[in-house]
C-alpha cells in the first residue's frame, strides 16, 4: 500500500492509494515495454538481422521489423540505423541490449523455477565447479530429503559477480568476507597437499623440498601464491614455478595424473586422488592454504526461507565433515 499527499484548499490531504496505482506512477508504461518487442530486439542485436531472429521466434521478419519500430516509438529513441535493408545497432542499443538480456533471462529463470515447484520454493546457487561437483554435490541429497519442497538450481562462477544482474540467491565464493552488501558464512579453511601421478615420482624421487627443482609446478589462476605459501609450510625457499596454468582445479588435476607435472589440492579433492592411488603426496600434507570457502548472500535475500533452511543445513554439515 502506497501512501499520498495531496493539497485540497490549501490544506495537505493524506490518503492512500492502491498497490497497483503505485506501482503505475513508480514505473511509468512507457519505460515497461512489452516482453514481445524486448525479445524481438534482443533476438536482432543478437543474431544481426530480422531474418535470423524471426526464424529463432518463429515469426515472420515482416512482424520483427514492426516489433522492433514500435519498441523504438515507445522509447522515443532510435535503436537501428537502416542501411541497405540492414539494421545496424546504435552504442546505446548495445548498452540496452545488455540490460534486456539481464532482465529476459531472470524472468525465464523465475518462470522456470516456478513450473518446476510451484508449491516449495526454489534455491538458485552459484557454485565453485570443484567444490561443487566434489564437495557440495555428494551431500545435497541430505538436504533435499529433510525439505523436500525445496528445489536447488546450480550454476557454475569461477569468479564474483553482481548478484542483482545475476538473479542468484546465494553462492560459494572462495577467499575472504569480503563480498560487497552481502552476508557471510565461512564454511571451512582452504588446506593444500602437493600431489604428484605415481609414474612421475618413479622418475623423481622428492625427500625434501629441494628435490622438486626443475620439476613443472601447475598452477591455477586464482591461487597465484599457492606454491610460495606451500614452500613456505615446508620450511623452504620457493622454487621457480614454470608449469602449466589452469583456470580450474578439474583440469589441473588430470594434468596431474597425468604425468604432467605437480598439482597443490584443496585436500577435499586430494583426499580422493590419494585414496584412489591416481596421485601421491609429496612431503607435508594438508598445509595452510590462501582463504577460506564461505556461502555468501544478497542482504535483501537473508530472510528466503530456502536460503535459510540451506544455511541451517550447510552450518551443519560442515561441522559433522570437519
Not at 531474418?51 to 516509438?73: F, G, H, I
Not at 621457480?240 to 583456470?247: K, Y
Amino acid at each position: 500500500m502506497c501512501i499520498t499527499i495531496a493539497m485540497s484548499e490549501n490544506k495537505p490531504y493524506l490518503g492512500v492509494i492502491s498497490f497497483m496505482e503505485c506501482i503505475d506512477k513508480m514505473r511509468p508504461r512507457r519505460f515497461l515495454p512489452s516482453i514481445s518487442l524486448l525479445s524481438a530486439f534482443e533476438a536482432v542485436l543478437r543474431t544481426g538481422s530480422t531474418a535470423a531472429a524471426a526464424r529463432e521466434l518463429d515469426l515472420t521478419q515482416s512482424t520483427v521489423s514492426r516489433l522492433v519500430q514500435n519498441l523504438e516509438q515507445q522509447l522515443g529513441r532510435r535503436l537501428f540505423e537502416r542501411h541497405r535493408q540492414k539494421l545496424i545497432p546504435t552504442e546505446a542499443a548495445h548498452a540496452y541490449g545488455r540490460d534486456v538480456t539481464r532482465a529476459l533471462d531472470l524472468i525465464q529463470r523465475g518462470s522456470m523455477e516456478f513450473a518446476a515447484n510451484p508449491g516449495g520454493g526454489a534455491l538458485s546457487l552459484a557454485i565453485l565447479p570443484a567444490f561443487g561437483t566434489r564437495w557440495l554435490a555428494p551431500r545435497l541429497g541430505k538436504f533435499l530429503s529433510k525439505h523436500p519442497g525445496v528445489t536447488i538450481n546450480l550454476a557454475t562462477r569461477l569468479k564474483r559477480f553482481n548478484f542483482a544482474a545475476e538473479g542468484f540467491d546465494a553462492a560459494i565464493h572462495f577467499g575472504a568476507d569480503d563480498w560487497r552488501e552481502a552476508g557471510h558464512m565461512m564454511l571451512f579453511e582452504e588446506r593444500l597437499t602437493a600431489c604428484i601421478s605415481p609414474a612421475l615420482l618413479a622418475q623423481h624421487t622428492i625427500s625434501r623440498a629441494g628435490d622438486m627443482a626443475g620439476l613443472p609446478l601447475l598452477q591455477l589462476e586464482t591461487r597465484p601464491n599457492a606454491w610460495k605459501i606451500w614452500f613456505a609450510a615446508q620450511g623452504a625457499e620457493p622454487a621457480s614455478v614454470t608449469g602449466m596454468l589452469f583456470d580450474q582445479f578439474a583440469t589441473m588435476t588430470q594434468a596431474a595424473i597425468s604425468g604432467l607435472g605437480v598439482a597443490l589440492l584443496p585436500d577435499y579433492l586430494a583426499d580422493i586422488e590419494i585414496e584412489e592411488k591416481r596421485l601421491v603426496p609429496i612431503l607435508k600434507r594438508s598445509v595452510p592454504g590462501s582463504g577460506s570457502y564461505w556461502l555468501v548472500w544478497p542482504q535483501s535475500r537473508a530472510n528466503y526461507p530456502p536460503l535459510q533452511a540451506f544455511r541451517t543445513w550447510l552450518a551443519k554439515e560442515v561441522q559433522t565433515a570437519s
